[in-house]
């Protein structure tokens, strides 16, 4: 089984995810928010990591087998993103088609709720009994690389203008001797979060990668670069066994009573929130210190 925690974003990854590399990049790249209009928290992540952007770590997995983290730093406008997303969409499609799909196999009635599982809903216009399940995850997958590859510009400045002020933190997970990716993870700070809030937008395992806790050493990484995180946090399917085991594992627990980024917000019906707070756990940061760049 697969691990992932990217479906709860579906309906905001139009927001989240799509940019790609347009003709005013050079403008977008150099796009600079007055330190007035962001938060404090915002402000001091920017002062921290003003010389450095990018980076790569190498570590070892719970087998001893050598892997390399690829990292960057950077706002919603950058083109590094529509890169990022290039090279990890079809791993992103093809795991988060199969969470999906097995959440509507336990939950049919959420169909209707939105996102990439609306585009599956004239595949139950016959009774749950006559879903083709196949054509469910095929849909699903079309869907997500079609969110992947979306021109954000098509959005409109109003869409944009609330993610301007956000950071974005993206890494990639590969074998050292090979060069196959493994996995990656996405985050973003923005105004609205707490001081010390990193949201972790998604986290993806390769299925045949699952037992070498890759989504640790991810976790991690974030740590090692902005080691003045205080929590993060995200959410995932209830039906999502081995993400909630993985964040457990990493030290996470079950948020109950979640505040959610009015950016961007999602029905809560269906899902749950996983938090992890480096005053009550140091596993991640025990890992941390074991990524050498």
Same mark, same amino acid.
Not at 49 to 61: E, H, M
């Given at each position: 089984?697969?691990?992932?925690?990217?479906?709860?974003?579906?309906?905001?990854?139009?927001?989240?995810?799509?940019?790609?590399?347009?003709?005013?990049?050079?403008?977008?790249?150099?796009?600079?928010?007055?330190?007035?209009?962001?938060?404090?928290?915002?402000?001091?992540?920017?002062?921290?990591?003003?010389?450095?952007?990018?980076?790569?770590?190498?570590?070892?997995?719970?087998?001893?087998?050598?892997?390399?983290?690829?990292?960057?730093?950077?706002?919603?406008?950058?083109?590094?993103?529509?890169?990022?997303?290039?090279?990890?969409?079809?791993?992103?499609?093809?795991?988060?088609?199969?969470?999906?799909?097995?959440?509507?196999?336990?939950?049919?009635?959420?169909?209707?709720?939105?996102?990439?599982?609306? @585009?599956?809903?004239?595949?139950?216009?016959?009774?749950?009994?006559?879903?083709?399940?196949?054509?469910?995850?095929?849909?699903?997958?079309?869907?997500?690389?079609?969110?992947?590859?979306?021109?954000?510009?098509?959005? $409109?400045?109003?869409?944009?203008?609330?993610?301007?002020?956000? #950071?974005?933190?993206?890494?990639? +997970?590969?074998?050292?001797?090979? $060069?196959?990716?493994? $996995?990656? +993870?996405?985050?973003?700070?923005?105004?609205?979060?707490?001081?010390?809030?990193?949201?972790? +937008?998604?986290?993806?395992?390769?299925?045949?990668?699952?037992?070498?806790?890759?989504?640790? #050493?991810?976790?991690?990484?974030?740590?090692? #670069?902005?080691?003045?995180?205080?929590?993060?946090?995200?959410?995932?399917?209830?039906?999502?066994?081995?993400?909630?085991?993985?964040?457990?594992?990493? $030290?996470?627990?079950?948020?109950?009573?979640?505040?959610?980024?009015?950016?961007?917000?999602?029905?809560?019906?269906?899902?749950?929130?996983?938090?992890?707070? @480096?005053?009550?756990?140091?596993?991640?940061?025990? @890992?941390?210190?074991?990524?050498?760049?």
């Amino acid at each position: 089984m697969s691990f992932n925690n990217y479906s709860p974003f579906c309906v905001v990854l139009v927001f989240v995810y799509s940019v790609i590399i347009c003709k005013e990049s050079k403008q977008m790249n150099n796009h600079n928010v007055p330190q007035s209009t962001l938060s404090p928290w915002l402000i001091d992540v920017k002062k921290a990591t003003i010389s450095k952007k990018a980076g790569q770590f190498i570590t070892n997995d719970t087998s001893g087998s050598p892997v390399v983290i690829d990292w960057q730093i950077t706002d919603i406008l950058s083109s590094d993103i529509a890169a990022f997303k290039q090279n990890v969409c079809d791993l992103a499609a093809e795991v988060t088609a199969t969470i999906e799909t097995q959440f509507l196999r336990a939950h049919p009635e959420a169909v209707s709720q939105g996102g990439f599982l609306q @585009t599956c809903e004239p595949l139950f216009a016959h009774g749950i009994e006559n879903v083709d399940w196949q054509a469910v995850e095929k849909t699903i997958q079309t869907s997500i690389k079609q969110f992947y590859l979306m021109d954000i510009s098509k959005f $409109g400045t109003d869409i944009i203008n609330k993610l301007a002020d956000d #950071i974005y933190l993206f890494a990639s +997970i590969k074998d050292q001797k090979t $060069g196959t990716l493994l $996995g990656f +993870i996405m985050s973003s700070i923005t105004p609205a979060l707490p001081y010390g809030d990193i949201k972790v +937008i998604n986290v993806v395992i390769a299925p045949e990668e699952q037992d070498r806790e890759l989504e640790k #050493i991810l976790f991690s990484t974030i740590l090692n #670069i902005i080691p003045s995180v205080k929590r993060l946090f995200t959410i995932t399917r209830p039906t999502n066994s081995p993400a909630i085991a993985a964040y457990k594992r990493c $030290g996470f627990t079950q948020d109950r009573n979640p505040v959610q980024d009015p950016n961007h917000k999602v029905a809560m019906e269906h899902f749950v929130i996983f938090e992890y707070k @480096t005053e009550q756990s140091d596993i991640l940061q025990k @890992t941390a210190t074991t990524l050498i760049d």
